[in-house]
């Protein structure tokens, strides 16, 4: 399983980018996809997974401001990220469970992408 995450970048405070994560079976569900981030000299964060039922579980620090949502029969899932902060400064990962839905636990995810960085400039 090969997870391609692409999107990322560099912006301004404020400014908005997509990231997207596609993978390379069918068998993995869009559903049981997440993103993660790690920021140099701290620990991989989640980010955002999608809600069994619809909607997305985002972490405190990007509620209100990022978007999941997918395309299943692309089998991809994307990232929207507005009103980017410096804090967002990060590499951003996707990661997919082979079985269930998404989760908010990195220790839980089987397949993990190569990352894309983003960098958010004051």
């Known amino acids: 399983v090969q997870l391609q995450a692409s999107g990322g970048g560099l912006v301004q405070t404020g400014g908005s980018l997509r990231l997207s994560c596609v993978a390379s079976v069918r068998t993995i569900r869009t559903n049981g996809m997440a993103w993660f981030r790690q920021a140099p000299g701290k620990e991989r964060e989640f980010v955002a997974t999608l809600r069994w039922g619809g909607g997305g579980l985002y972490a405190d620090s990007v509620k209100g401001r990022f978007i999941i949502s997918k395309n299943s029969a692309s089998n991809t899932v994307y990232l929207q990220m507005s009103n980017l902060k410096p804090e967002d400064t990060a590499v951003y990962y996707c990661?997919?469970?082979?079985?269930?839905?998404?989760?908010?636990?990195?220790?839980?995810?089987?397949?993990w992408g190569q990352g894309t960085q983003v960098t958010v400039s004051s």
């Open positions: 990661a997919a469970r082979s079985r269930g839905y998404g989760s908010s636990d990195f220790a839980e995810y089987d397949y």
